[in-house]
């Protein structure tokens, strides 16, 4: 039987298929304990025995995703040079929506005259402006070409087994514009430089294999970065089968002077109120990731390999690189100021994952709405690897790329110096000994080996038993995850980063700029997930915050056991209570993750500058994602009505943004067209002018035709204690 995404969600909503039983969790480690620290000694029982298809622990080598398309770094300002011209070039009539080279267009931003573009270019310091270099591709050489491709493959995460995967690849050019290469997990990396902006063209090369038994829409998201809607992977601004989009990333930041136009200024006036003056370097991002986003499936989508990193630096990173504060860049040829080109700055992905009886393909279970929890442990798609490492420091850049596991990591000697949380570094270093990643989360740290024993293990000590959460932390029974082999001498001429250095300035949000106060409640009900009592659909916009301006957000977990890692698209948000307290160091500054527990509730201050919606928040945990547990935010100027309507198609040509673009150019969706489900080999999940082609009235799924109430209040905040909570245990 073939399973589709309409079919499925009609399952889940008309059975309201739950789960396994409630567990409790501890997000903050307290202090250890002498048992503990005796049990740390004697772990040596945790470690023996076979693996998966008799496989031995550490004895596969930790590997390094490759460099997308080759790119290299100039160390001296680092900008990001390849050999990659797109052809036919972006911004042109040929690239257009609805082309046939790239079918879903680019971002209307992109434009040299777009207002917004054009206000960022007109600031006079050049380290204020969009396209600030002009020794790479592009116009003027001011941007960096990138080729993507979305590929059937293979990955071994055990030697000697070819598994099959969904996977990124540095694609080529072939006739007929078409781009193919070999996927890979994690995906090749994406080196980028603040200032020099990227244009990557993806081709969906996804066929009707795997368990979908069709050929899934894509979209990918780039998790943390400030980008416009077009190329932010709204969840059904889709890649077509056998299509292309060009992803317009700017690498700029927002403005510290962002402020929001009157009502009725001119798109002129809009754009140099939010992007006149210097930049906020608290919000100018280094550790980012790109992954699937598509609507319905991307758990699947994950799951099956579609995730990698997206590293970037800026003017204050690239100097604590050449003082030899930091080590060098990821991958970068050999630094000013550094005696050798060992690559001490690495990535790893955690991903826990299900192999089927033979280990050649990964099962998903469609009908497990907690969240797909696997039994093998694997870092950059190696199960349970072995990395040897020199006795210096290390800047180890942690992610958390599974759908639905909690971790709780340490190292069996020493500690961490935490340099940020998610995509953004703290004002200074902080002293870490150990630390919670959940989905999607990211820790910056740095490790110094230099008198570390020959051995030390990454240790996982969240014990989590199903999709729900964690049950708790259990220091007594650590699960290894990788072995570093620590050889040689002590490093005479290590990088100098210490607990307490400085990285960069902070600048908070203020109480007085707040706008607005939105409360949003994530339940689970009716079988699936909601947030305010309402599923998501992507033509209906659930806050309208104004552009650039700041509001105060609370969410709150409704409970039912289940945990909530919420990610919010487009900027950082500051967290100021956390259940109800002063949240920990860590989470003091940016995230763009707030993670609910069982019943708490996360309090923030987060601005919406430079680039109007449609963009989305939602849950991490990738299932309930999937069944709907997701809201739509538009940033749009004062008087602008917001893009969605609860019915307006995306392809609709008719309704003009602030600055004369339509929904079509917007979304890239080029038409609706009534036989896209031929076209896709049976039951695709477009829509038609009314939505959904089977509407689940009653429930409010799909692209519902009547309205939704707001799904976030105005002031004065949260509901009374009368207020319904309705959610499943």
Not at 166 to 193: C, D, E, K, M
Not at 396 to 421: C, D, K, M, T
Not at 578 to 597: A, I, T
Not at 696 to 704: A, H, I, K, Q
């Amino acid at each position: 039987m073939k399973i589709t995404r309409r079919s499925l969600l009609r399952a889940t909503v008309a059975t309201g298929i739950g789960g396994a039983v409630a567990g409790t969790g501890e997000l903050h480690a307290r202090s250890r304990s002498k048992r503990d620290r005796k049990s740390r000694r004697s772990r040596s029982g945790s470690l023996k025995g076979a693996g998966p298809f008799g496989y031995t622990p550490f004895s596969a080598t930790f590997g390094l995703p490759p460099v997308l398309n080759d790119s290299l770094v100039d160390p001296n300002n680092g900008t990001i040079h390849n050999s990659v011209n797109l052809n036919p070039a972006p911004g042109t009539p040929e690239t257009a929506v609805g082309s046939e080279a790239v079918y879903h267009g680019y971002a209307p931003e992109y434009e040299r005259d777009h207002p917004t573009h054009a206000a960022g270019n007109a600031n006079g310091p050049a380290e204020q402006q969009w396209d600030r270099f002009t020794n790479g591709s592009g116009e003027g050489g001011s941007e960096t070409h990138l080729q993507l491709s979305i590929e059937n493959s293979t990955h071994q995460f055990i030697p000697d087994i070819d598994t099959r995967i969904f996977g990124y690849a540095s694609a080529t050019q072939g006739s007929n514009f078409h781009l193919s290469g070999h996927g890979r997990f994690p995906a090749p990396t994406i080196l980028a430089r603040q200032g020099q902006p990227i244009m990557m063209r993806v081709q969906n090369n996804l066929g009707g294999v795997g368990d979908l038994g069709t050929a899934p829409e894509c979209s990918v998201h780039l998790h943390g970065d400030h980008t416009p809607a077009h190329s932010d992977g709204y969840p059904d601004f889709y890649i077509l089968p056998g299509r292309r989009r060009d992803y317009y990333y700017p690498n700029i930041g927002p403005r510290t002077s962002a402020s929001p136009a009157p009502a009725g200024a001119s798109p002129e006036e809009i754009a140099s109120a939010g992007n006149t003056g210097p930049y906020s370097v608290s919000d100018l991002p280094t550790t980012m990731w790109y992954h699937e986003h598509g609507m319905d499936v991307t758990g699947y989508l994950v799951s099956q390999g579609l995730a990698g990193f997206y590293l970037i630096q800026d003017d204050i990173e690239l100097d604590l690189i050449q003082r030899g504060v930091l080590p060098p860049f990821y991958s970068t040829p050999l630094m000013p100021g550094f005696d050798d080109d060992t690559v001490t700055d690495i990535p790893l992905a955690l991903m826990d994952q299900v192999f089927d009886s033979t280990g050649t393909s990964l099962p998903y279970n469609f009908l497990d709405h907690n969240g797909r929890l696997g039994d093998v442990f694997t870092i950059n798609g190696t199960v349970q690897p072995f990395f040897k490492v020199q006795r210096r420091k290390y800047r180890l850049r942690f992610l958390n790329a599974s759908n639905a596991r909690i971790y709780h990591l340490r190292l069996s000697h020493g500690g961490f110096i935490q340099l940020g949380q998610d995509s953004w570094e703290f004002p200074e270093a902080i002293a870490t000994r150990e630390f919670t990643l959940a989905m999607a989360q990211r820790v910056d740290a740095v490790v110094d080996f230099s008198d570390a024993p020959d051995e030390v293990y990454l240790e996982n000590i969240m014990e989590q038993k199903d999709g729900r959460g964690p049950k708790k932390i259990d220091r007594r029974k650590p699960t290894p995850l990788m072995k570093f082999v620590v050889e040689g001498p002590r490093h005479n001429s290590d990088v100098s980063v210490e607990v307490g250095t400085q990285l960069r300035p902070f600048e908070r949000i203020q109480e007085s700029e707040v706008r607005a106060t939105r409360y949003f409640k994530f339940v689970r009900r009716n079988g699936a997930w909601q947030i305010n009592n309402q599923f998501f659909s992507p033509r209906t916009t659930n806050a309208a915050p104004i552009l650039n301006t700041a509001e105060r957000w609370i969410f709150e977990n409704g409970g039912g056991g289940w945990w909530h890692p919420i990610h919010i698209h487009l900027e950082a948000h500051e967290i100021v209570k956390y259940n109800g307290k002063r949240p920990p160091p860590q989470f003091r500054h940016n995230v763009d993750v707030s993670v609910l527990e069982p019943r708490g509730t996360s309090e923030f201050l987060m601005k919406f500058r430079t680039f109007p919606g449609p963009f989305v928040f939602h849950c991490h945990n990738l299932e309930h994602e999937d069944i709907r547990m997701m809201n739509v935010f538009d940033p749009q100027p004062e008087g602008q009505e917001s893009m969605n309507n609860g019915t307006r198609p995306h392809n609709d040509e008719t309704f003009l943004d602030a600055f004369g673009h339509t929904y079509r150019e917007i979304s890239g969706m080029a038409e609706n067209e009534e036989d896209w489900d031929e076209q896709t080999g049976g039951e695709g999940i477009f829509f038609d002018i009314e939505g959904d082609k089977e509407i689940l009235e009653d429930r409010n799924v799909g692209f519902p035709a009547t309205d939704f109430s707001p799904g976030g209040q105005v002031d004065p905040g949260p509901p009374g204690p009368d207020a319904p909570d309705n959610h499943d245990d």
